[in-house]
């Protein structure tokens, strides 16, 4: 119960800060998230070099695309199923179970001599399709006020792994091999079940009705065009992602530039571009002006794929052209999920992502395959163009986007009973209301909201309750 001696100031001024079992529940399933996406992003700068020379199989360009983007076919076929079995199972399970998978892929990985066994290894760490329950569950711990912080670090982690990852991999090759970074991963990922068991968060008991109710609803997550536009958007991210590190460590040696000393390029590049994205984020969010920043960042990678293409021989073209492309990325990867955290009906949160996830993996699955063709058969500066010509279409979608208000969710008291399928039709008729979970055995209903335009008599002449 609040404490109605406090003033009314004070108590809402409280509320709106971020509490301690939210920063506990954000970091930890940020560290997560951070700890298999460097498992899976850690071998791109190295491997395509490394299969040219040290794997069967290895010289052709195909079958390296193949093997980099290979967990990216079967985690976007899971994405969906693992968003639907978290929402009706409970998230903590289904991530223990897709981390098992991942480290079982890695050590398979580990111990091939021929880029298939690889690719098997692969596509059995894609198996661990964790991504959709961990962001669901951030979105399950954090209120609607905050959420957007806590999908932006779980955003940037992925862009802060992806980072890492060209930076510590070469020399990280160079002393363990290729099948020491495959066993570092297995080991991540188990550290990573440790996490979830014992530092992530218990779930909120409330979210188990929301689940069963909603987690059928799968055809009006597939047909929200604002949730389609998202979900272009990170295939798209992916995609040219994927099949750019298919070409770029290739492209550094024939530069001149041994594999063992790519990090002197990574590392000013990634550091430099972590300065750049700040200011124009925090510009945005004050300033109301997300949208703009989106598309600007849409058309910054189409110039890198221009540049690249046109421009993109030599250390130094590289360098700049990596540093604009870091820059662009960093700002979409931290935007995209959270956006579509706010876009997603409460009580399918879970099905949302894993739809968001399904359109990742794939994205990464077709890029590795696609850059891999087209430097095989048409050279590498088709990649690029390809990817330009990718990206425009993404900015073209991009600019119909309508980027979500003043979201708000609230608990109300259920005083209303009988058929609560037409009660919640007549809800969500209601202007500004987005949408209701109900949770019948604790006599409550969850409204979400347009706070500046809801219409909040006519949804309380309703529930015939109060908040």
Request: include cysteine; aromatic fraction near 8%.
């Amino acid at each position: 119960m609040p404490d109605s001696s406090r003033p009314a100031a004070a108590r809402a001024s409280s509320d709106d800060r971020i509490s301690r079992a939210e920063i506990r529940a954000t970091l930890s399933l940020s560290s997560l998230f951070a700890l298999r996406m460097l498992g899976l992003f850690i071998i791109l700068p190295v491997f395509a070099v490394h299969a040219r020379n040290h794997l069967s199989g290895g010289e052709s360009q195909a079958l390296v695309g193949v093997a980099l983007g290979a967990y990216g076919l079967t985690q976007g076929m899971l994405q969906i199923p693992y968003g639907i079995a978290s929402d009706r199972y409970g998230r903590k399970r289904t991530i223990v179970i897709g981390l098992a998978l991942f480290a079982l892929g890695s050590f398979i990985a580990a111990a091939a001599s021929h880029i298939w066994l690889i690719i098997i290894g692969r596509v059995i760490q894609g198996t661990g399709a964790i991504s959709a329950p961990v962001v669901a569950f951030a979105a399950d711990l954090t209120r609607e006020q905050h959420r957007t912080k806590a999908m932006a670090l779980i955003g940037a982690s992925i862009g802060l792994m992806f980072a890492l990852s060209l930076v510590a991999a070469p020399a990280l090759y160079e002393f363990v091999g290729m099948g020491g970074i495959f066993v570092a991963t297995g080991l991540l990922s188990l550290a990573g079940i440790w996490v979830t068991l014992k530092i992530v968060p218990p779930e909120p008991e409330q979210m188990d009705i929301s689940r069963r109710v909603e987690s059928a609803k799968l055809g009006d997550v597939l047909r929200n065009p604002d949730l389609l536009r998202l979900n272009a958007g990170i295939f798209c991210l992916h995609m040219v992602q994927m099949a750019m590190f298919v070409v770029v460590p290739v492209a550094l040696v024939r530069a001149g530039l041994p594999l063992p000393g790519h990090w002197k390029v990574y590392l000013p590049v990634v550091l430099l571009s972590f300065a750049l994205m700040i200011p124009p984020i925090m510009m945005a969010e004050r300033r109301g002006r997300m949208k703009i920043m989106f598309v600007s960042s849409v058309a910054l990678m189409i110039a890198v794929q221009a540049g690249f293409a046109l421009f993109g021989e030599g250390v130094v073209p590289i360098a700049v052209l990596l540093l604009m492309f870091f820059v662009a990325f960093n700002v979409l990867e931290a935007s995209l999920p959270s956006l579509v955290s706010r876009v997603a009906p409460a009580g399918a949160r879970g099905t949302a992502i894993g739809v968001y996830n399904t359109t990742q993996s794939l994205g990464l699955f077709v890029g590795g395959l696609g850059g891999g063709l087209l430097s095989q058969f048409l050279g590498p500066s088709s990649v690029f163009v390809f990817g330009a010509a990718l990206v425009a279409l993404w900015l073209w979608v991009a600019l119909g986007m309508r980027v979500p208000g003043d979201i708000t969710t609230r608990r109300f008291a259920l005083g209303a009973r009988g058929d609560l399928e037409d009660l919640r039709e007549r809800l969500v008729r209601v202007k500004g209301v987005r949408d209701v979970v109900f949770l019948p055995a604790e006599g409550a209903a969850l409204v979400t909201f347009f706070a500046e335009r809801w219409d909040e008599q006519a949804a309380m002449e309703l529930l015939g309750g109060k908040p």
